[in-house]
């Protein structure tokens, strides 16, 4: 069933998708486990568009699958995790980038092995992180890129909350397409990643560490 889950998410056939998902809930799968196999395929479909097989078309209605998908998942994941709070994460698309997916993802995955996120959105002005990080101390802050316009900003709030005292304790992360070793040295960043999966295991890796 898993193998089928993500070909139906490759194929973009959204009824088959939801359709799947919602029968393996009701016979007591693990809503992690179908969660997995959803971004396994959204995966996939990020490489056929890297690829260039894919389109901006096919990458929007991937997204509003997955979605529709989590809809069906999330009551079921907020049952299977432990009550207890992991840690706070404030996420964000910076000003001059408006693509949302990667960080959406990972903020699903976040709330399933349960962390409290904050998800400000898109196009986010620097300013706005600040106060965030001001008003809830979170453990996390991520930013996602996917284009290269956004790494002015990037840098900008992450001297801003250096400026403000608030970087010791704080790991900041950064992922998405565009997203290097070299992005992460210049924004100032602990982590950076392209996938939202190694994210979760990161911010996993430091909670458990305490």
């Not at 809503?31 to 260039?52: N, S």
């Not at 996917?146 to 909350?161: N, V």
């Amino acid at each position: 069933m898993k193998e089928e889950l993500v070909a139906a998410l490759v194929k973009l056939e959204r009824d088959e998708v939801l359709g799947m998902v919602t029968q393996r809930i009701e016979a007591g799968e693990d809503p992690l486990g179908i969660l997995e196999d959803c971004r396994q395929g959204m995966t996939a479909v990020g490489d056929l568009f890297q690829q260039g097989d894919y389109f901006l078309a096919e990458l929007l209605l991937s997204a509003e699958i997955f979605k529709g998908a989590v809809a069906i998942l999330q009551p079921h994941l907020a049952k299977s995790h432990s009550s207890q709070l992991r840690a706070k994460v404030v996420l964000a698309t910076l000003k001059g980038d408006i693509h949302d997916l990667g960080k959406n993802i990972l903020a699903t995955l976040l709330q399933a092995q349960g962390f409290e996120v904050h998800d400000l959105g898109v196009d986010v002005p620097p300013p706005l992180v600040l106060e965030k990080v001001k008003e809830i101390r979170p453990e996390f802050v991520g930013f996602s890129a996917l284009i290269t316009t956004a790494f002015a900003s990037m840098k900008e709030a992450a001297d801003l909350l250096q400026q403000a005292g608030l970087r010791n304790g704080l790991k900041l992360m950064i992922g998405g397409g565009v997203t290097t070793p070299i992005v992460k040295d210049y924004v100032g960043a602990d982590f950076q990643t392209l996938d939202a999966m190694e994210g979760v295991n990161y911010c996993l890796n430091v909670v458990g560490g305490r």
